[in-house]
Each structure stands twice: as structure tokens, then as C-alpha cells.
């Protein structure tokens, strides 16, 4: 069969990636055509346009690109047009995924599966309406969307568990090096133990967020500061902002895709909210959540009043509890981020932590997600 996939940003090409190689076990005719990155382009199949194109964050850097969106979302509808997939598989990326699954169900009659489903329950409720008319299977990898698809709109769902947790135990599994061999492999001094900094997957995540984890971090001399670089960032881009503050007296390193091994090894991280702050929970590394915002105290309040949540990391969502501190907007600054970042290095906080996260292990469960998804998703299709 034929699957057109969409994933406009970098956790969306690992997770389709993932659900690529378990639907080609799922039916050995597979063939894929997709919009995404370099990890879906490895399982086969024809790349349309990398995702790097895509993904613009923001009100302002999305009316600047505009134009260049409209342009990628009409050449996708009329490419999906051309080929004719039996599906097409929507991954995560709502804004431009919801506007392709609204053609595709008044214009054609191509199912449209959701894998990785909107997060409607933080906000744009109203989606739900969209949701609901265009597509035809929706996957969920959070376990408390059951009962937010199910029990409050009444629309069924599959949860196929999650990708991630999946991810992790695999990696956890197979992964051998010593914290030793990390460090000589990574230039890293062997008697210090390391602080993880993830700044997000994307530049303006990153300009917003690094400077101000480094300044911070790098005042715990004890520890070596280690940064994950993101997929599709050049060091150049990272150097600006480690050398923005006091650059003498901060000593970082930058290492690329190896975020998994990194976390292996790390003594706690500072994470800017995202999948990240999940991965760092399935790795038991204690973490602060770091997310600045413009105009911080607005954001603040307009927070409390927009979302629907109380939480904004997916930890603190899955426990249902705050298992992690979330230093967002308002509450970002380099005093709230230093007291807390001292307070999970040693100490009943840090236990805490680490406790709060088997709570989110064991709620995520072990089903293995791309290949749960994938089973369904041929099932269904053969039984159309």
C-alpha cells in the first residue's frame, strides 16, 4: 500500500521514522512519499520537502514566512492529489496538518490518520470540531487523552502507547559505554559530572532559552556543562550564544545527536519544555523546565487564563501531579533556575523527583507505539 506521511518538525521525523520501519514489517508492499527529515528518509521512499522548510514558531516568524507556507501547504495538498496513497499519516504539527486533513476530506476520498494526536486539551479546544469531521483514526501516545477524546467528546481513540518511552527503554537496553568512554570519546573531563542542557529543537527555542541556562549553570563549578545539539542546528548558531555571556567564564560543549547517551550519563539538566522533559524523565535525570517567552509577565497571566492545563511539561501531565518545577515565562529567571537547579543536585528534592518519575513510567506502559499504530493502521486499511 501507499502512505503519504507529514511531519513538519524534528521529534515528528523520529516518530515517524519509527512507524515507517514498523509499517514496512506490517505490510512488505509498503511505499512511502513524504514531507519530513533525514531519519524518515533513511527507511526509503521519496522525501517532497524536509521539514526545516516547515517549521516556523511563533506569530511573528509565521507571518514573515507566510507566503513560503501557503506555497509548501498547496504544493502538498496538490502532490498528495497526484499520487493517490491509500492514507495519508498525519504526525503531530497541527496547523498545517489540520488545513491538509480539511482538503483531503472535502476534496478527496483519501482516509486521514492522526499519529501523534493534536494536544487540544492545552488549547484550541475547539479543534476538536475539525478533529472530528476529517479524520478518520486518531492515534494517541499520552494515556490521559482516553479519556479526554473518549470520556469528554465522546470521539474513540487508539492509544497505542508511547513512542518515546519506547525509544528509551530500546536505547536504555542496548546502550554499553561507561561514563569513562563517554567523556574521552566527547573531550569531557572524566572527574566531573555533567549537566545537561537541552535549549529545544529549534533557533528561536535556543536564542530565547541557552543563554540564560549557561549563565546560570555555569556558576555550578563542580560540573561540566554539556549541550545537546539539535538536529539541522550548526554549531556556529550555539557558539553566539555560549559566547554571549562572560564567555570566560563558561566552559561548555557542544555535542550532536547524541542527546539519548547524554542523558545516560548526566548528573541533572536544565530542558526546555517539550518532548525532551519526557525523554529526561525516562532517563531519571532530575530536571528544571526552563521556557522564556516574550513579554513574560503577560504570557504569565494570559497563560493561566488561555490554557486549559496546569501543567505545561508532558511529566507533570502524565503523573497529573507537579512532579518537576516549570520555570515558564514569569517565572524564568536566572534566580528561580539557580535555586532550583541546586535543589535536585543533592537532597530529598531530587528524590522526590526521581520517584515522581516511575509514577510516569509505569502510566505510559510498555506498549510498543509505532509498531501498535502501524498494526492498526494496516488493519484498517485491508478492512476499508
Aim: neutral net charge; proline residues 4%.
Amino acid at each position: 500500500m501507499k502512505y503519504y506521511l507529514i511531519a513538519g518538525e524534528a521529534s515528528g521525523d523520529l516518530h515517524a521514522s519509527h512507524l515507517m520501519k514498523s509499517l514496512k514489517t506490517a505490510d512488505s508492499n509498503a511505499e512511502f512519499r513524504f514531507f519530513g527529515g533525514d531519519l524518515m528518509a533513511a527507511e526509503g521512499g521519496t522525501m517532497v520537502k524536509h521539514y526545516r522548510e516547515l517549521a516556523y514558531m511563533g506569530f511573528v516568524p509565521v507571518l514573515l514566512h507566510l507566503p513560503t507556507i501557503l506555497r509548501n501547504m498547496k504544493m502538498c495538498k496538490q502532490d498528495i492529489h497526484d499520487w493517490q496513497p491509500d492514507v495519508v499519516i498525519l504526525v503531530d504539527y497541527p496547523g498545517f496538518n489540520l488545513d491538509i486533513a480539511k482538503f483531503l476530506k472535502a476534496k478527496t476520498q483519501i482516509p486521514v490518520y492522526y499519529y501523534i494526536s493534536p494536544k487540544i486539551w492545552a488549547w484550541k479546544e475547539y479543534r476538536i470540531k475539525n478533529i472530528r469531521r476529517d479524520i478518520s483514526e486518531l492515534f494517541s501516545i499520552l494515556p490521559f487523552e482516553v479519556d479526554f477524546f473518549e470520556g469528554k467528546h465522546h470521539y474513540p481513540i487508539h492509544y497505542v502507547g508511547n513512542p518515546t518511552a519506547s525509544e528509551v527503554s530500546e536505547f536504555r537496553n542496548s546502550y554499553k559505554e561507561s561514563f569513562e568512554e563517554f567523556c574521552e570519546r566527547n573531550n569531557l573531563e572524566k572527574g566531573k559530572p555533567v549537566i545537561a542542557v537541552l535549549a529545544g529543537s529549534r533557533r528561536q527555542e535556543i536564542k530565547d532559552n541557552l543563554p540564560t541556562m549557561l549563565q546560570v549553570a555555569a556558576e555550578f563549578k563542580d560540573y561540566q556543562l554539556v549541550i545537546a545539539g539539535a538536529p539541522g542546528i550548526d554549531d556556529d548558531y550555539y557558539a553566539q550564544f555560549v559566547n554571549m555571556h562572560h564567555s570566560s567564564s563558561i566552559t561548555s560543549h557542544l555535542i550532536k545527536n547524541q542527546t539519548y547517551a547524554l542523558l545516560s550519563h548526566a548528573h541533572a539538566a536544565l530542558v526546555t519544555s517539550g518532548t525532551a522533559t519526557l525523554e529526561t524523565a525516562l532517563f531519571r535525570v532530575p530536571q528544571v523546565v526552563c521556557y522564556r517567552t516574550v513579554l513574560p509577565k503577560f504570557i504569565g497571566y494570559m497563560r493561566k487564563k488561555v490554557l486549559k492545563v496546569k501543567y505545561v511539561s508532558l511529566v507533570n501531565l502524565v503523573a497529573n501531579r507537579e512532579v518537576v518545577t516549570e520555570l515558564v515565562a514569569d517565572g524564568f529567571t536566572p534566580q528561580n533556575i539557580r535555586q532550583e537547579l541546586s535543589m535536585i543536585l543533592d537532597g530529598p528534592h531530587r528524590q522526590d523527583m526521581l520517584q515522581g518519575y516511575e509514577e510516569v513510567a509505569k502510566a505510559l506502559g510498555t506498549l510498543n507505539a509505532p509498531d501498535q499504530a502501524a498494526y492498526i493502521i494496516v488493519e484498517k486499511l485491508k478492512n476499508k
